[in-house]
């Protein structure tokens, strides 16, 4: 019930193209879902984040859509750029502390 | 203070050895957190303070691990006779504020133990 579940694992885009990657959790105690984009040697940086009251969040070219009923959330990324290549994490956040339950990552290649 | 410190950024010990790393988080967040992370996986949760008391800690922590924040600010994680199974990257995030849910990460500290 703690897992957050993400995919795919790896992700090659065109530049210009979006990315979509999606993530699902059982706990419904989650109250926060923040995205984080990692590059190699760095600690995750965060990206974009979203609270169960919304069903959709942009920012820039990063948008997060929410889905309560089927639990499920997903990171969209509009034009994709070479410099978006990096490792992207999803994570929730368990309602009672500030800890979050990340997911597998998904490793985004884009092309130019 | 710009962001999450941690030190050593790399650490490569011998295997029974013990080692210890410190965090230096955002001024004034009350909250610090250790993850560990292993190559191709995410983050996971270790262990996290609120000012100097310990709130949580994971099931992943053995007795061999240990972590203080003794006056609130930085803190230390010390792992004793390691082993390699401990080869990781070991990150410290801090956050505050309302909800004290937006964690900011240093660049963690890289252990490989041979």
């Known amino acids: 019930q703690q897992q957050v579940k993400q995919s795919p694992q790896s992700l090659i885009v065109q530049k210009g193209g979006i990315s979509i990657i999606n993530c699902a959790y059982e706990?419904?105690?989650?109250?926060?879902f923040p995205w984080y984009q990692q590059f190699p040697g760095k600690g995750p940086a965060l990206l974009i984040a979203?609270?169960?009251?919304?069903s959709e969040k942009k920012e820039g070219r990063f948008t997060i859509s929410f889905n309560k009923s089927a639990k499920q959330f997903s990171l969209h990324i509009m034009d994709s750029q070479p410099g978006d290549s990096a490792t992207y994490f999803c994570a929730a956040n368990v309602n009672q502390g500030g800890k979050l339950i990340f997911g597998q990552g998904t490793e985004l290649s884009v092309k130019p | 203070d710009t962001g999450v410190s941690q030190d050593p950024r790399h650490k490569i010990t011998k295997r029974g050895q013990n080692v210890t790393f410190r965090c230096d988080p955002i001024?004034?967040?009350?909250?610090l957190y250790w993850y560990r992370q292993t190559l191709g996986q995410g983050p996971e949760f270790l262990t996290y303070?609120?000012?100097?008391?310990?709130?949580?800690k994971s099931r992943l922590l053995s007795d061999r691990f240990s972590a203080e924040r003794p006056k609130g600010s930085f803190s230390t994680l010390e792992i004793q006779r390691t082993e390699q199974g401990d080869s990781a990257m070991y990150l410290c995030?801090?956050?505050?504020?309302?909800?004290?849910?937006?964690?900011?990460f240093g660049q963690g500290t890289r252990l490989t133990v041979v």
């Open positions: 303070f609120q000012n100097e008391a310990q709130l949580e």
């Open positions: 995030a801090s956050s505050s504020g309302q909800h004290n849910t937006e964690a900011f």
């Open positions: 706990n419904t105690a989650f109250d926060y």
């Open positions: 979203i609270r169960p009251d919304v």
């Open positions: 001024s004034e967040h009350n909250r």
